[in-house]
């Protein structure tokens, strides 16, 4: 069983239509999360850190939030530059204080 | 900036062969670690290490060993390549704190045939 889940896998939205990544992990505990963008065929490229629940981060179009049991991260007013795929990675306590990737989401934007 | 330079983009190499994977980074980061990504099952962490010429297993060693001499270079090597390693793999340094993010580099597409 993952103890990472992103949803949803794969996002279409049209220019301009704004909505939201989940991201939800079942193991207590967290000790941090962070969010990556990766453009296809390039590596995770480092977007967000948050550390405790409440705490919200925001660059250009991308706001990122937390809770105890999930991050989201939204997305206003999206652009065709922001199509990519959007990793999260809860640092979970216990363990080897290595981040926990989820599978990603997938976000296409039409212009 | 960070900058994590994996040696190759793309490398075909045969089943049994042994294949090097290197990767350097140039701030001075403690840890380092190696990733492969296959379509559907995410980033799978391989080895890791925290320092020179320290080594820990991660969640997917089997087939893997890993060389750490100097403090910017992390080496994966597949002892004897199988095309069950075909994938994309992924080289990432963090500075010391558990709550630094990693910087990846952009990775090495690797078939086995």
């Known amino acids: 069983e993952d103890q990472v889940t992103q949803s949803p896998e794969a996002l279409r939205l049209q220019e301009g239509e704004s909505s939201s990544l989940n991201c939800s992990y079942t193991?207590?505990?967290?000790?941090?999360l962070f969010w990556y963008r990766q453009d296809p065929g390039k590596g995770p490229e480092f977007l967000f850190t948050l550390y405790s629940a409440g705490e919200e981060k925001e660059k250009e179009r991308l706001k990122a939030t937390l809770t105890k049991k999930e991050s989201f991260l939204h997305i206003t007013a999206p652009k065709p530059e922001d199509s990519a795929t959007y990793l999260c990675a809860p640092l979970l306590s216990g363990g080897s204080y290595i981040p926990t990737f989820g599978r990603g989401t997938s976000l296409i934007v039409h212009p | 900036d960070v900058k994590v330079t994996q040696s190759s983009r793309y490398l075909v190499k045969r089943t049994g062969e042994k294949v090097f994977l290197e990767c350097v980074q140039d701030m001075d980061h403690e840890n380092m670690f190696w990733y492969r990504q296959d379509p559907g099952l995410g980033l799978r962490l391989i080895y890791f290490s925290y320092d020179v010429k320290m080594k820990e297993k991660g969640d997917i060693p089997e087939g893997y060993s890993v060389s750490r001499e100097k403090k910017e270079r992390f080496s994966l090597i597949l002892e004897s390549a199988s095309t069950n390693q075909t994938s994309m793999y992924l080289c990432a340094s963090r500075y010391g704190g558990i709550t630094q993010p990693q910087h990846f580099g952009d990775g090495t597409r690797l078939s086995i045939l």
């Open positions: 193991v207590s505990g967290l000790r941090g």
